[in-house]
């Protein structure tokens, strides 16, 4: 995974993430592909695995060159980076009512404004 090549910016990197399969939970909330999932299970949760519960988050921070492998792994750091980028990018709102924070496996839905640039 290469570093920010040519300032990728966050709907790119994201949508290229949802097509690569590689993060579990993070997948396509409706048939228009305007919604995605993206997990977000509490680090507290007894049954919470780094390796795959920050994956999508550890892989921002790495494109965002703000972590290196080898480096001190800061699980909440990455999740409050990508969320606050999500937050502040006008191209996401999220989506609270389809949201499910509260089961075993949670998840947040964003919706993606002005898709209609990526073909999918």
């Known amino acids: 995974m290469s570093v920010n090549p040519g300032g990728r910016r966050l709907k790119q990197w994201l949508v290229e993430q949802i097509h690569s399969g590689r993060y579990p939970g993070l997948v396509w909330e409706d048939d228009s592909r ?3 999932r993206i997990p977000w299970k509490h ?4 049954d919470y695995n780094q ?7 550890k892989a921002w921070a790495v494109f965002k060159g703000k972590f290196k492998e080898g480096e001190k ?10 969320r606050c980028a999500l937050n502040k990018s006008p191209d996401f ?10 089961i075993s496996e949670p998840y947040k839905v964003y919706r993606i ?5 990526y073909v999918l």
């Open 51 to 57: 390796e795959v519960d920050a994956s999508i988050f």
């Open 73 to 82: 792994a800061e699980p909440a750091t990455w999740k409050t980076r990508l």
């Open 34 to 36: 305007t919604m995605f």
């Open 113 to 117: 404004w002005a898709l209609l640039w």
């Open 93 to 102: 709102e999220e989506v609270g009512d389809r949201s499910q924070l509260d």
């Open 43 to 46: 680090a507290g949760k007894q």
